[in-house]
């Protein structure tokens, strides 16, 4: 279990509605082994929990960098039918979202492991696609991306709000009400969401920055632990005014 780093004591101890078990993960990047992992985890934990409403909150990130993107999204979509979960968009969903209607968009998804993405569906891209193989990526990827997974795509949520907590997948904007966040925020956001000191209204619950061990600050938590370099997810557990780590 990664035990996480404490950066700062509770102003106000958040908390979400009795009855209520919420488990949160961050930015699987295509590690499937990992998914599969914090699955079994959870449901270990689930069968001592007692009667409770479950949800299992994933904040983004799912696919790139790691060898099993479509794997991945498989699993997901299985575990929806028995479990419920809140999907939440990353970043690098967007980015798929994008060479899907502007296949030229590959240099940039490429940067940040695009091309593991395509492997994964048994695409051979070259490592640095000139214009017209990114043309022909496009249309090939568009044939053989599942109905499924491009379903699981389009519908992701970009914000879920519960009791005191805000879940995104990167964060926030300081001094922009919760409610009128912008959607490249919620999936973009670093260096001015990280080093804010003040109240966003909820605590944020976010991942899209890697750090070595889960981080609780006063008024974020950070769950994104590298899953594609370090083989582990973080699972958060939110019941009542407890948190604690699986």
């Known amino acids: 279990m ?16 009795s009855g209520l078990r919420l488990y949160v993960v961050a930015d699987v990047h295509g590690n499937a082994a990992a998914l599969r992992d914090v699955f079994s985890r959870i449901d270990a934990d689930m069968a001592t929990a ?31 039918i028995k479990a419920e979960l ?10 798929l979202l994008r060479f899907l209607r502007d296949p030229q968009t590959l240099g940039n998804w490429r940067q940040n492991g695009g091309l593991q993405t395509l492997i994964s569906y ?9 214009p017209e193989e990114r043309r022909e990526l ?42 009128d966040q912008r959607e490249d925020d919620l999936l973009w956001i670093r260096e001015d969401f990280l080093f804010y000191e003040g109240e966003f209204g ?18 974020r938590i950070n769950l994104d632990v590298g899953a594609y370099a370090t083989g582990k997810l973080a699972c958060m557990v939110i019941d009542g005014q407890t948190i604690e780590f699986i």
């Open 86 to 95: 809140v999907l939440l968009k990353g970043n690098h969903e967007a980015m």
């Open 202 to 219: 909820k605590v944020i619950v976010h991942g899209h920055t890697p750090v070595r061990q889960p981080e609780i600050h006063h008024n």
């Open 122 to 130: 048994g695409l051979k891209p070259s490592l640095n696609p000139q």
């Open 50 to 80: 007692g009667a409770r409403r479950i949800v299992q909150i994933f904040l983004g990130d799912y696919i790139d960098r790691g060898p099993a993107s479509s794997e991945v999204l498989t699993l997901l979509i299985t575990r929806q």
């Open 2 to 17: 990664l035990k996480p780093i404490k950066k700062s004591s509770w102003r106000n101890h958040p908390s979400i509605p």
């Open 138 to 179: 496009g249309e090939r990827f568009a044939t053989v991306f599942p109905d499924a997974h491009r379903n699981l795509i389009s519908k992701l949520q970009v914000r879920q709000t519960c009791g005191d907590f805000f879940f995104a997948h990167a964060g926030v904007r300081p001094d922009v009400p919760l409610q």
